[in-house]
């Protein structure tokens, strides 16, 4: 499974961002796809996930704001941020696993893109 992010760069507080990941075709090795992000010095935290059936879930401080799509037609998985804040302030990577369990938990990720930094400044 290949993945690569892009999308990122500084936006103001308030502001929005569109992170895109171009993903290889499908196999069951990326059943579950999603957004981990992670500030230096702290550890990985799931953003969003979005499972083959289309379910989703989403981090308390994503609820609301930020947005997990996947089109299978691109193979690319996107996460639309809106309202940014200076928290949201890391790396963020696109990953998968094909379990069948779509959580939050980065541990679960086996495939990891090369991630994309995005930065709100204060």
């Known amino acids: 499974v290949q993945l690569r992010e892009s999308g990122g760069g500084s936006v103001q507080a308030g502001g929005s961002l569109r992170l895109s990941c171009a993903m290889s075709?499908?196999?069951?090795?990326?059943?579950?796809m999603g957004w981990i992000r992670q500030v230096p010095g702290k550890a990985r935290e799931g953003v969003a996930v979005?499972?083959?059936?289309?379910?989703?879930d989403y981090a308390d401080f994503a609820k609301g704001r930020f947005t997990i799509s996947n089109d299978n037609t691109q193979n690319t998985l996107s996460l639309q941020m809106n309202s940014l804040k200076t928290g949201d302030t890391a790396m963020y990577y696109c990953?998968?696993?094909?379990?069948?369990?779509?959580?939050?938990?980065?541990?679960?990720?086996?495939?990891w893109g090369q991630g994309t930094q995005v930065t709100v400044p204060s």
């Open positions: 075709p499908y196999t069951w090795r990326r059943r579950c």
């Open positions: 979005i499972g083959a059936d289309g379910s989703t």
């Open positions: 990953a998968a696993h094909g379990g069948y369990a779509c959580g939050l938990d980065s541990s679960d990720f086996d495939y």
